[in-house]
């Protein structure tokens, strides 16, 4: 009598991966067992670890080192100190703020030439005036003349339409404002002197015609005496006008 006909496949609950029904056919060499490594190397991959996705040290540390510099910057500013503004440092030197080619507000223009309207702000809000900063003397020599001439530049008008914008509001006051020529050296001491003075007059009728009062105006010139660049006598900053409290 022969042995049943196995079907040819393969369970996995009996001995060497055989069905139940087949375990004696299997036993009897009829059906092929399943290799003895299989469950294990299924097994083994199922436990294979997932590739990392964390991102190799070495390309984290510049950025974790800018940001450390970044905080230590922002940490550094934070507690330097603030340098002066200019006009600070001239006033206490007793020299001119230079302008250069800076358009200034009329608020920045009326506390450096009437300090003292400030304090009485104050006091007329029912605070204490503790005493108030100089009066600023400022200087217009960026938009220089031209040699020879008295003919106020375009940017100079605008530098002096904020003044005027300032001192029109300053009628039936005793606290004159003082207009100062100069020049270089390039001419001889008597024509810098009529030069000079020639200057001062220009910006006079300028701010008056922009409703100064003209009582409030006193004018001067000082030729090439006050060369604001002494270690160049005709420069182009020497070719200037000054403007503060008499």
Not at 60 to 85: D, H, I, R
């Amino acid at each position: 009598m022969g042995l049943p006909q196995g079907n040819g496949k393969r369970g996995a609950g009996g001995p060497g991966g055989c069905l139940q029904s087949r375990v004696s056919d299997c036993r009897a060499g009829l059906v092929p067992p399943r290799p003895a490594g299989t469950k294990r190397a299924a097994a083994s991959l199922n436990r294979r670890p997932l590739p990392s996705t964390r991102v190799p040290a070495m390309k984290t540390l510049p950025s974790l080192l800018l940001l450390s510099l970044c905080g230590l910057g922002l940490a550094a500013s934070a507690q330097t100190p603030e340098v002066p503004p200019p006009a600070a440092s001239a006033v206490a030197s007793g020299e001119a703020v230079d302008l250069g080619k800076t358009v200034p507000t009329a608020e920045a223009i009326a506390e450096g030439l009437f300090p003292d309207d400030k304090c009485k702000e104050l006091e007329a809000n029912g605070f204490k005036c503790m005493g108030f900063k100089p009066a600023i003397r400022y200087s217009l020599p960026a938009t220089s003349f031209k040699v020879g001439s008295a003919e106020l530049p375009p940017l100079l008008k605008r530098q002096l339409d904020v003044f005027a914008d300032v001192l029109k509001t300053k009628k039936n006051t005793d606290r004159q404002v003082r207009v100062i020529g100069h020049a270089d050296a390039s001419g001889t001491p008597q024509a810098n002197q009529v030069l000079s003075v020639k200057r001062a007059e220009s910006v006079r009728n300028y701010l008056v015609a922009k409703g100064t009062d003209p009582a409030l105006i006193v004018i001067e010139g000082v030729g090439s005496k006050d060369l604001k660049n002494p270690a160049k006598p005709t420069a182009d900053e020497n070719r200037r006008v000054e403007i503060g409290r008499k």
